[in-house]
């Protein structure tokens, strides 16, 4: 039986592993009224957050420096790592990550702020660390837009990774930020095939018109590049060449790559999803997955968790590799400016 929620990635709504509470069916019918409700709507919680800035030390991104607007993110990818974060604020990482959607109203003034701040060293900054930037809500709430708006004024670079068309209804701001080399952007395509895009990502756009995203950031002179991320054994592994070629068709310059890797709860989540959207083959991709990761699913082990490890992660570095090399001959992807940065933004020049 299909138990999931039209337009949603998760079927179910795992537990939540900080709660003390936990629900047990001891009845049929608690089950008609406790199972997620067939299409759920969305709802945004907005907040006043206290910090903005995220720095992650991990040995396999350095020193990152991350803004995500929104906490949750309504394209409901089913793989998605940033599902288990939604925890922390008491939601579960299932349904509830897709449709519970946590908007940091004053992003702009907190990002103003830490400019402000004379301990502020000017340094890139990548908007949807965590989750995207351009999800749906961002058509009404307009943080991103008010974000990259602040880093032109301040000459801060920065970089942003997106699936969502949005992102050129900003290319006035992207323009002016490329023109002194203050943007990258890349654009995140998972598989060319529409049916697995629509079950993997299911509030996304199709890949045909993230191509065009990429053909239309490229003609405005802004850097870009892909994500073939993540990448997942025995659904989309053999595609890597294709939508590598489809990106460098399109302007592309370079193109990275992640082994999914299912870690928390996005384990149970996926597992049902499969069995659910490909039960002929669940058994053998979950498998596959495993072997990526020394037997496990899950993987926490700096150096590895990315790319994986065993035959199977091998082989899809190559081809990566490969497919690089072929069609992203001599392009190069130009280093940020921080050079540019002004302390106070544009004010300071009257």
Known sequence: MDNGSKGRGAGINTRNRFSKLETEYISEEWQQWEEPVPNPKTRFIEEESRTLLSVSDSPDLGHYYSVNPYRGCEHGCVYCYARNSHEYWGFSAGLDFETKIIVKKNAPQLLEKLFDSKNWQPKSIHLSGNTDCYQPGEKTYRLTRQLLEICLRYRNPVSVLTKNALILRDIDV???????????????????????????????????????????????????????????????????????????????????????????????????????HFPDRAAKVLSQIAACHGGSVNDSRFGLRMTGEGPYAENIKQLHKLACRKYFKDRTLPDLDTSLFIKGGQMKLF
């Open 174 to 276: 992207l323009e002016k930020l490329a023109a002194l080399n203050l943007v990258h952007a890349a654009i995140s395509i998972t598989s060319l095939n529409e049916d697995l895009r629509a079950a993997l990502e299911p509030r996304t756009v199709t890949a045909k018109r993230r191509l065009q995203i990429v053909k239309s950031l490229h003609e405005a002179g802004i850097p870009v590049g892909v994500m073939t991320a993540p990448i997942i054994p025995g659904l989309n592994d053999h595609e890597i060449p294709s939508m590598i070629q489809a990106a460098a068709e399109n302007g592309a310059v370079w193109s990275a790559y992640t082994v999914v890797r299912l870690n928390g709860a996005v384990g149970a989540i996926f597992e049902e999803w499969i069995n659910r």
